[in-house]
């Protein structure tokens, strides 16, 4: 019995030790070959996304720069679009008072102008009639002769101080 079960027993391990050659064999070419792919792939694929990483790192690293570059941009074309409003809200305001002065101005002259045409016509009719009635009263003056030498005696008395 001794034997028997040493058989067993040996046939046991054989058949283990077969079984465990035979996973092993397996293993080797099979299994391992496809772990090793799948491992290789795996490390290929978390360096094409490590890589990935990088580049979009990197660029959103320039996009934060160019966000910024924009920015600042923005904030001067504005500041220029302020002064440029300001500048053109005086310009504006300067020519408007320049324009009222202008009208002003205008108002004044076509005032005056208005009275120096009133006062011509105004002496287009009276004119005459002054005329006339003067040469009536200087006829009337001067009728009489004695006046006459009284007015010239008093002309060359004024004109004799003036020279002296």
């Known amino acids: 019995m001794f034997a028997s079960e040493f058989s067993v027993i040996f046939f046991k391990l054989l058949n283990f030790a077969a079984l465990l050659a035979l996973f092993t064999f397996v293993y080797r070419k099979y299994i391992r070959s496809t772990i090793v792919q799948g491992i290789q792939g795996e490390k290929e694929a978390e360096s094409l996304l490590n890589e990935r990483i990088i580049t ?3 660029k959103g690293h320039n996009l934060n720069d ?4 924009q920015e600042k941009l923005c904030r001067s074309l504005l500041e220029k679009a302020d002064r440029w409003r300001s500048v053109t809200e005086r310009e504006y305001e300067n020519r408007r008072l320049k324009l ?4 002003k101005n205008m108002r004044n002259l076509v005032e005056k102008r208005t009275k120096v045409l009133e006062q011509q016509r105004i ?5 005459p009639k002054v005329v006339h009635y003067l ?3 200087v006829d009337a003056i001067f ?3 004695q006046r ?5 005696n008093i002309l060359i008395q004024g004109m004799r101080k003036s020279q002296s």
């Open 135 to 137: 040469d009536k009263e």
């Open 123 to 127: 002496n287009a009719r009276m004119v």
């Open 100 to 103: 009222q002065e202008y009208e």
């Open 143 to 145: 009728s009489d002769k």
């Open 56 to 58: 979009l790192s990197q």
């Open 66 to 69: 160019d966000i910024s570059s």
């Open 148 to 152: 006459v030498h009284e007015y010239t």
